[in-house]
């Protein structure tokens, strides 16, 4: 069970807005930013969000990222099937001598 | 453009030394301010870090796998590896290798991301 935790799943119809959680604590999110991956089945996993809320270049402005405290979130807006996916955060987290954190991964339904 | 694979036996049996490679091509795995990394994915499951290398050779392992990981640099093949003794069912997983950069800004710097991966490799540890 990872120490940043995310909802199992979501869903949503197309066009709607969903967001996504990411919950941690002090020596992870409280003083780490999060990166977002997107997951889709049989690729590799995809930087979304870098740095709480940025873009890289050719994510799309449906996505979006936040962070506040020791949590974090991920809202996609204009729900398109080809979202469906699942979604990680990923994290430093402080504690020893420093680790990579994943949160459990959220899977987006469409429907 | 970096590209990685990884590769070895799909499937290893218990108690054994599960073994993988990752080739990159694109840029020189000793050329930079690069760390290499190796993730797992349970089937079923979320994503775990394994573990870290950094071009020179230093490491940085998950503490719950750490007393049975190793990983190495190949400079000359342009290669890293990862080795995880003592493999039981529940190390059965799709195992990623990526590349981790660096992620600063007008001369300040925020942490670090997965920029590139693998498609990934799947291991079964069953005998």
């Known amino acids: 069970q990872s120490v940043v935790t995310q909802p199992p799943s979501v869903s949503g119809t197309p066009g709607q807005s969903i967001t996504i959680s990411c919950s941690g604590g002090?020596?992870?999110?409280?003083?780490?930013?999060v990166y977002w991956y997107q997951h889709l089945p049989g690729a590799a996993p995809k930087l979304l969000i870098y740095r709480a809320d940025q873009r890289p270049s050719g994510v799309p402005d449906r996505f979006s990222g936040s962070q506040s405290g020791t949590s974090a979130s991920l809202a996609i807006s204009g729900l398109r099937s080809e979202d469906e996916a699942d979604y990680y955060c990923a994290v430093w987290d402080n504690n020893l001598s420093g680790s990579w954190v994943f949160g459990g991964g959220t899977k987006l339904t469409v429907l | 453009q970096v590209q990685l694979q990884e590769s070895g036996p799909g499937l290893v049996k218990p108690s054994q030394t599960l073994s993988l490679t990752c080739t990159v091509s694109g840029v020189l795995i000793g050329g930079g301010n690069f760390y290499w990394s190796w993730i797992r994915q349970p089937a079923g499951k979320g994503l775990e870090w394994i573990g870290s290398i950094y071009m020179s050779g230093s490491t940085n392992y998950n503490p719950s796998l750490n007393s049975r990981v190793t990983m190495s640099l190949d400079i000359s093949k342009n290669q890293f590896s990862l080795n995880l003794a003592y493999v039981t069912a529940a190390d059965t997983a799709v195992f990623y290798c990526?590349?981790?950069?660096?992620?600063?800004?007008?001369?300040?710097?925020?942490?670090?991301?997965?920029?590139?991966w693998g498609r990934g490799a799947r291991v079964t540890v069953s005998s």
């Open positions: 990526a590349r981790v950069l660096p992620d600063c800004s007008n001369g300040r710097c925020y942490g670090r991301f997965f920029e590139s």
């Open positions: 002090s020596s992870n999110i409280g003083d780490n930013y």
